[in-house]
């Protein structure tokens, strides 16, 4: 079946560092792949995503390359806020009859301290 | 545009009860995903409907059902409750079953089973 996964967290960097969360996956076919955001409280927020092999996703600062060779979507930004707090997600579709049937990695805690 | 509403935002219970949790979609949403969140086992998915038809269905029980409705509201129902079906219930919609399009969630229903 299907698997994701993502380094296991927290995640503790100091504002304006380098983020760097790495996601992994597993699947037959060749799936959607995306990232998702949960502020506390919350329920997830879409960050990017990316349909097929050597799309790059890029929102918010926040980027990731699908990555066929190495089954990777690593999610990157250049300089993190306090802001960007929260858990991240990394998630595959495969479409197709699967319809929107997401499944999710274990998610990784990212705190940003000033 | 509103967007996913969940209710109720929170609901204790105890072993042995059941539970109607509703969700409405952004307006034009015709799929609506269900999602189960826990500590222990992350996010899984439990079932998508899409013009009142389930497509997709996840590993639970047949304790959990759900249902949509004409207007593409949606419930899901967990009969004889556990303690293990304490959790975060996410409900996300979708203007189409394609997988690659994404899912906009919910901020969750969280149920405590005592």
């Known amino acids: 079946g299907n698997s994701v996964t993502q380094m296991e967290g927290p995640v503790t960097l100091s504002e304006e560092a380098f983020l760097t969360i790495n996601c992994t996956y597993t699947?037959?076919?060749?799936?959607?792949l995306f990232w998702y955001v949960q502020y506390p409280g919350e329920g997830l927020q879409l960050l990017l995503k990316?349909?097929?092999?050597?799309d790059k996703g890029s929102n918010k600062g926040f980027e990731a390359t699908y990555r066929k060779e190495t089954t990777s979507f690593h999610l990157e930004k250049g300089s993190v806020q306090v802001s960007d707090s929260a858990v991240y997600f990394c998630?595959?579709?495969?479409?197709?009859?699967?319809?929107?049937?997401?499944?999710f990695g274990g998610g990784t805690r990212l705190m940003v301290k000033p | 545009k509103a967007g996913v509403t969940q209710t109720p935002r929170y609901l204790i219970k105890t072993r042995g009860q059941q539970v109607t949790l509703s969700c409405s979609p952004i307006?034009?949403?015709?799929?609506v995903s269900w999602y189960q969140q826990t500590p222990g086992q992350g996010l899984q998915f439990l079932f998508e409907?899409?013009?009142?038809?389930?497509?997709n269905k996840g590993n639970f029980p047949g304790r959990f059902s759900g249902r949509q409705f004409s207007n593409s509201r949606s419930e899901m129902n967990v009969s004889t409750l556990e303690l293990g079906d304490s959790a975060l219930y996410l409900c996300?919609?979708?203007?189409?079953?394609?997988?690659?399009?994404?899912?906009?969630f919910g901020p969750g229903t969280r149920l405590l089973v005592l």
């Open positions: 996300a919609s979708s203007t189409g079953t394609s997988g690659r399009g994404p899912l906009y």
């Open positions: 699947a037959t076919g060749y799936p959607s």
């Open positions: 990316a349909t097929k092999a050597d």
């Open positions: 998630a595959l579709s495969e479409g197709n009859n699967a319809g929107n049937m997401l499944t």
């Open positions: 307006s034009g949403h015709r799929s």
């Open positions: 409907y899409f013009s009142e038809t389930q497509r």
